[in-house]
């Protein structure tokens, strides 16, 4: 199982970027894919995450700002990033599981695999 994470970079606040994640080694369509991002001397968070069914879940710090999507086809999940904004600053991480219940959607421990990261940077 592989998850490629890209599209990381350094933009200014109120920019926009979008990174997407690349699956391989999983039946793509099966999966709940979630983003998540860890900032320099803090903890792991969630951001956005989307079950198979196509139900989409935020974080309240990025909802109405980002927006979490999936080409079941190009086996990819995408994140776009709107208005950003120096907090925002984190490497970025994609993950998947297939059986992921609702409650546990948010808990980046839940998840079995997880893509290599990409750095976000947003300059003030």
């Known amino acids: 199982v592989q998850l490629q994470a890209s599209g990381g970079g350094l933009v200014e606040a109120g920019d926009s970027l979008s990174l997407s994640c690349a699956a391989s080694?999983?039946?793509?369509?099966?999966?709940?894919m979630g983003w998540f991002r860890q900032a320099p001397g803090k903890e792991r968070e969630f951001v956005a995450a989307?079950?198979?069914?196509?139900?989409?879940y935020y974080a309240d710090s990025v909802k109405g700002r980002f927006t979490i999507s999936r080409d079941n086809t190009q086996k990819t999940v995408y994140l776009q990033m709107n208005s950003l904004r120096p907090e925002d600053t984190a490497v970025y991480y994609c993950?998947?599981?297939?059986?992921?219940?609702?409650?546990?959607?948010?808990?980046?421990?839940?998840?079995?695999?997880w893509g290599q990261g990409t750095l976000v940077t947003v300059s003030s």
């Open positions: 080694g999983i039946t793509f369509s099966r999966y709940t």
């Open positions: 993950a998947a599981d297939e059986r992921l219940i609702l409650s546990s959607i948010r808990d980046g421990d839940q998840y079995d695999y």
């Open positions: 989307i079950r198979s069914t196509g139900h989409r």
